[in-house]
């Protein structure tokens, strides 16, 4: 149980950059009307995030090099993808996803 | 019809059904916790140390680039600075969010903010794409489930992390990506039909601009700027 000085700031740092993306929006918007462009916008912003965050795990990007593509989640993601299609359950895509990759990983050694 | 519409507003979504409605994602957290602990004692962190990370900063991925950072002795500042821009999309997700709890309390929105995730960001907009009234207490529910399970699987992962030394070997890692494919598809499956195309087209902007963005700038900035351009073009593009 021991907690360095150096951690514990890297902590304290984190929390205060973690809290100001969270918070800041959530404290502003109380106070305007936000105009019908600018909603609009927002409702993009689901679907444009959740692609963004799914191609991030399929690209690798080494500090010196160009990027490549990551065939092994590319492989996991296909029959996850067809799962969720298929029977529209968050869990059931999640179980199947992780099995599948744990397969995949498996089989290429 | 209308009967139907009056009883779903009626209905207003309560604490409990948060809790319920985030039991589908506490895999995810519970797999990426606990594979989060393991990464924290591989990288010297103490129990202690991993929990205070999970509460205070409570943010996968930036958690474990900490974790690698500190691993390699980067400076405090470098790393700061590094989780500051893994979770400046948060900006984009809150902002998504507040203008549906605009006569809530400033406290009470500030609290929501705070244990604002990616996976809770998700459950959410699926609910309003399904038309679903969301409550204060219904978002507090989930988010503080999320929260609990998420420090308890990262203490777990710290406790346990002596023994499993690759967690990568079950493809526990790819539970985010899976919840993050499902979440989408269930965005898709509720839109409407006639709006399905343009979604589809955004999206393939998305992978272009993603892949095109990662040759200039970091991924976690890529999200970012990608999110930002390919919005704007959805709604410029939008009959």
């Known amino acids: ?109 | 019809m209308q009967q139907a519409e009056t009883l779903k507003q009626i209905a207003q979504p309560s604490f409990s059904d948060g809790i319920k409605d985030c039991i589908p994602t506490l895999l995810g957290y519970l797999s990426i916790g606990f594979a989060m602990g393991i990464v924290a004692v591989t990288s010297h962190l103490s129990i202690l140390e991993i929990g205070l990370l999970a509460a205070l900063v409570y943010a996968g991925a930036s958690q474990f680039i900490i974790c690698a950072m500190v691993a390699v002795h980067s400076p405090i500042s470098a790393i700061i600075l590094t989780t500051f821009i893994v979770n400046l999309r948060h900006l984009l997700l809150s902002a998504t969010i507040a203008p549906h709890f605009k006569n809530s309390s400033l406290f009470k929105n500030i609290g929501m903010g705070l244990l604002l995730t990616d996976e809770s960001f998700g459950v959410t907009v699926n609910k309003l794409a399904k038309r679903e009234p969301i409550t204060e207490q219904w978002l507090n529910g989930l988010n503080l489930t999320a929260y609990i399970s998420w420090v308890i699987s990262c203490l777990c992962g710290g406790v346990f992390g002596q023994w499993v030394k690759n967690p990568e070997i079950f493809g526990l890692d790819f539970s985010l990506t899976a919840m993050f494919v499902a979440l989408l598809i269930l965005q898709l499956h509720s839109m409407n039909p006639s709006k399905l195309n343009h979604y589809i087209l955004l999206i393939i902007y998305m992978i272009i601009m993603m892949y095109g963005l990662s040759f200039f700038v970091s991924l976690d900035l890529a999200v970012i700027i990608a999110t930002v351009i390919v919005s704007t073009i959805g709604v410029i593009t939008d009959r």
Do not use: D
Not at chain 1, 2 to 27: C, D, E, K, N
Not at chain 1, 49 to 69: C, F, N, Q
Not at chain 1, 78 to 91: E, G
């Open chain 1, 1 to 109: 149980m021991s907690l360095q000085p150096s951690i514990l700031w890297i902590i304290l740092g984190g929390m205060l950059v973690t809290s100001i993306p969270r918070i800041l929006p959530f404290m502003i918007i109380r106070k305007l009307n936000l105009p019908e462009p600018v909603l609009k916008w927002l409702g993009y912003v689901p679907i444009c995030i959740l692609t963004a965050l799914i191609v991030e795990s399929t690209l690798k990007v080494p500090s010196h090099g160009i990027t490549s593509i990551n065939l092994t989640v590319i492989l996991a993601i296909i029959p996850t993808c067809m799962i969720a299609i298929w029977r529209k359950s968050l869990l059931l895509t999640v179980i199947v996803g992780i099995i599948t990759m744990a397969i995949i990983r498996f089989l290429l050694g």
